[in-house]
């Protein structure tokens, strides 16, 4: 019941800006955007969230489509630490605080 | 401010037995949820507790059981253990019950079964 659809992997260049699409075209108007993410083995961590706006914080940006059908996690200066599964999520009010992953994608960034 | 915290780390348990898990989410955090991971299924919600009562349940069998404390903390238990039951048992907490509250995970216990 994910409601999200993420490209399997991607490969980026360390140093470079890392985009990570996800697309939710079903998502609803108080639904939020959420993604985290989970280097092997460890607990996933939470990068960043978002409802409508575009949202920034020290680890990431979140950019969400006007018509919220899509979004785009943007890690400004890729390292080889943010090698890692990245889940995007779509909250749904009626689940409450459960989350719903998908496979996500790996990324790999390269030296 | 301390994170999530989870304990044991690691456990080996074999067939038939049970196993506690114990999860101490983040200071004034109310909300405890568990999930298990597994290479074949992915991250799967096992059940949220809130304010010491169970508040969602995943698809899971009643061998899984949890519950909360008043201060929180909570513990799950998996009785008759079973070969596929072996996986990275995961616990996130948040402040409240609400969507545009993130949750945190800890860092997971690893039970293997024999």
């Known amino acids: 019941d994910a409601k999200t659809t993420q490209p399997t992997s991607m490969d980026c260049a360390e140093g470079r800006a890392a985009n990570l699409p996800c697309n939710h075209s079903?998502?609803?108007?108080?639904?939020?955007v959420y993604w985290y993410r989970q280097i092997h083995s460890q607990g996933p961590q939470y990068i960043i969230h978002?409802?409508?706006n575009n949202e920034t914080n020290e680890m990431a940006s979140l950019i969400i489509t006007e018509d919220r059908k899509s979004s785009t996690l943007i890690l400004p200066h890729a390292t080889l630490r943010d090698t890692a599964v990245y889940y995007c999520?779509?909250?749904?009010?009626?689940?409450?605080?459960?989350?719903?992953f998908g496979a996500g994608t790996i990324l790999r960034v390269k030296s | 401010k301390a994170g999530v915290t989870q304990t044991p780390r690691y456990l080996i348990k074999t067939r038939g037995q049970q196993v506690t898990l114990s999860c101490s989410p983040i200071?004034?955090?109310?909300?405890v949820s568990w999930y298990q991971q597994t290479p074949g299924q992915g991250l799967q919600f096992l059940f949220e507790?809130?304010?010491?009562?169970?508040?969602n349940k995943g698809n899971f069998p009643g061998r899984f059981s949890g519950r909360q404390f008043s201060n929180s903390r909570s513990e799950m238990n998996v009785s008759t253990l079973e070969l596929g039951d072996s996986a990275l048992y995961l616990c996130?907490?948040?402040?409240?019950?609400?969507?545009?509250?993130?949750?945190?995970f800890g860092p997971g216990t690893r039970l293997t079964v024999t």
């Open positions: 996130a907490s948040s402040l409240f019950r609400d969507t545009a509250v993130e949750q945190y």
């Open positions: 079903t998502i609803s108007g108080n639904e939020y």
């Open positions: 978002g409802l409508k």
């Open positions: 999520i779509v909250r749904v009010r009626e689940y409450g605080n459960k989350l719903v």
């Open positions: 200071s004034g955090h109310r909300s």
């Open positions: 507790y809130f304010s010491e009562t169970q508040r």
